[in-house]
Nanobody, 122 residues
């Protein structure tokens, strides 16, 4: 199957920066989308930013102008550069990927990482 390996995250001060990375490993024909969601305590999981294989980027209004998503197709990797962090960005961040698998041909599935904590506090 497919595993999503996340790295990055941690503690940052307001106005600071952090970078998240996620690499998809396993039997993959094609990745149609990779991106990041987040879930703060007591809140629903929400989309942060997603990168589609046609180059289309979708991002939440709350992070536009501050967060940048980028990808490396050859490495099955997606990064999230987070600048000008705010306390309200505190959450567990989850990598997700929509993947085409080799068997049976054409089968697609969504996968999730285990999550990485991002805390923004002075």
């Amino acid at each position: 199957q497919v595993q999503l390996v996340e790295s990055g995250g941690g503690l940052a001060q307001p106005g600071g920066t952090l970078r998240l990375s996620c690499t998809a490993q396993g039997s993959i024909v094609r990745i149609n989308m990779m991106g990041w969601y987040r879930q703060a305590p007591g809140k629903e999981r929400e989309m942060v930013a997603t990168l589609h294989n046609a180059g289309f980027v979708n991002s939440a209004d709350s992070v536009k102008g501050r967060f940048t998503i980028s990808g490396d197709n050859a490495k099955n990797r997606v990064d999230l550069q987070m600048d000008n962090l705010k306390p309200e960005d505190t959450a567990v961040y989850y990598c997700t990927a929509f993947v085409e698998l080799p068997h049976p041909p054409g089968l697609t599935r969504s996968f999730w990482g285990q999550g990485t904590q991002v805390t923004v506090s002075s």
